[in-house]
């Protein structure tokens, strides 16, 4: 398949098996994320594989920090909430945690290595396609949470860019029509 096919083909799936990829799946998927362009050769991606029991160590922070959040209030909506927090990072077999590293050189900006590490979970996504792997990428308040970084050894003002989701699809995947282009750019001194 050629890389435009691909890129054509991806999508994201929530669904999954509980069989995890191989530990060579992963490693092509993290060696495919390292070659993302990214500004003065700062590489500022950082990698967490989480599988079997961290998955679920993590979901405790990230459901403890939404606790804190919502405060002392406790009914069967919150209950809810905090199960679903807890539980999360459950839904596939492997979850790949990204972050953007802060560089301290003067001339490297932040949003420029969150721009890279962005590049960098795109070229994640596509080898999982190529692989026929399923990947979904995700946020969430866990992605901007003091408590995760802080668990995940990262420093305060480093970023995490995307949870992936990673496993083996249970559901087909949906087709997707996105708005063509033509309707999203505009030619400037451009003639034919």
Do not use: C
């Not at 539980?87 to 890279?116: D, G, T, W, Y």
Request: glycine share 6%.
């Amino acid at each position: 398949m050629s890389v435009f096919e691909t890129i054509k083909s991806r999508r994201s799936i929530g669904k999954m098996t509980e069989r995890r990829p191989t530990r060579s799946q992963i490693e092509r998927i993290l060696e495919a994320a390292t070659h993302a362009p990214n500004h003065h050769k700062v590489e500022p991606w950082k990698f967490f594989v989480l599988a079997g029991r961290a998955r679920a160590e993590l979901g405790t922070i990230m459901a403890s920090s939404l606790a804190k959040r919502l405060g002392a209030a406790t009914n069967d909506k919150t209950r809810a909430l905090l199960n679903k927090e807890q539980n999360k990072l459950l839904r596939s077999p492997v979850v790949l945690a990204v972050a953007a590293e802060q560089s301290h050189q003067p001339n490297v900006l932040s949003i420029e290595n969150i721009e890279a590490v962005a590049a960098a979970v795109q070229n994640m996504l596509l080898t999982a396609e190529e692989m026929g792997l399923a990947a979904m990428w995700r946020t969430g308040d866990g992605a901007y949470d003091p408590q995760v970084k802080q668990w995940l050894g990262l420093a305060p003002e480093d970023h995490i860019v995307a949870f992936v989701y990673l496993g083996f699809p249970s559901i087909p995947k949906l087709e997707r029509h996105p708005t063509p282009y033509e309707e999203k750019t505009t030619w400037l001194g451009w003639e034919e």
